[in-house]
């Protein structure tokens, strides 16, 4: 994945006008959302002309695209290369729940820090979650959905015994607790790390990774609900 600054843009695209409005509206998505970001605001950060916009993607919406797939898709393809290298190292046999949940959290707790630390593709996803809207729907369900079913048909290999129903709540319910220990270990906040007095180290990513892994195998194998 290529490296990221404080909010989220390429540093190798920082220093065009292009990288500049792709960059500043990153940073505007994330702190405001989609749709009460301005192009004029955008572009004030940007340092460009307000037409700029225009010239170079069309349209907000069509920039709003390129900001998410900048930002997702090295992460939704990450998590599709750990599933499908599990898969081989465990062949001809199946790989274990661990290794499959392994694959699951493991590019979603590395690839959303960025350089400085902080987390700017779990805020942007939180807004896209916080503000649903046409576009990120349709996102979702063309570029994300089908790593989701990926993980889906995985787990239900390794966990014959539970229905399809009860792994699609589990699987919501683990990425709940991804989404929800990453935002209280951005530096912005260090919500987890104060409250534990310190206990709990959230700029360490490995132990973020064992502590999830541990929690969410243990979702999977809680007896099925009646």
């Not at 900048?70 to 190292?89: D, F, Q, V």
């Not at 929800?180 to 534990?196: A, G, H, I, W």
């Not at 973020?208 to 999977?220: D, E, H, N, R, Y």
């Amino acid at each position: 994945m290529t490296a990221m600054t404080s909010d989220g843009a390429s540093d190798a695209k920082a220093g065009d006008p292009r990288g500049r409005i792709i960059a500043a509206a990153q940073s505007v998505f994330i702190e405001q959302g989609f749709d009460l970001a301005t192009v004029r605001e955008i572009t004030l950060r940007a340092d460009v002309n307000v037409a700029a916009v225009n010239y170079y993607f069309g349209s907000k919406d069509e920039l709003i695209s390129e900001v998410l797939n900048l930002m997702m898709e090295p992460y939704t393809h990450a998590r599709i290369a750990a599933l499908e290298a599990c898969e081989k190292a465990a062949s001809p046999e199946l790989p274990s729940l661990e290794d499959v949940v392994e694959a699951l959290v493991r590019p979603m707790v590395q690839l959303s820090r960025d350089a400085s630390g902080a987390r700017p593709l779990t805020r942007l996803i939180l807004q896209i979650r916080s503000r649903p809207r046409e576009l990120t729907t349709s996102f979702f369900i063309r570029r994300v959905d089908p790593a989701i079913f990926r993980f889906i048909d995985a787990l239900a290999r390794v966990i014959p015994s539970m229905t399809r129903k009860d792994i699609f709540w589990r699987y919501n319910f683990a990425i709940g607790a991804v989404m929800q220990v990453l935002t209280d270990s951005d530096p912005s906040s260090y919500r987890l790390k104060q409250l534990s007095g310190g206990l709990c180290d959230t700029d360490d990513d490995e132990q973020i990774i064992l502590q999830l892994k541990s929690f969410v195998c243990a979702g999977f194998r809680a007896p099925p609900v009646k």
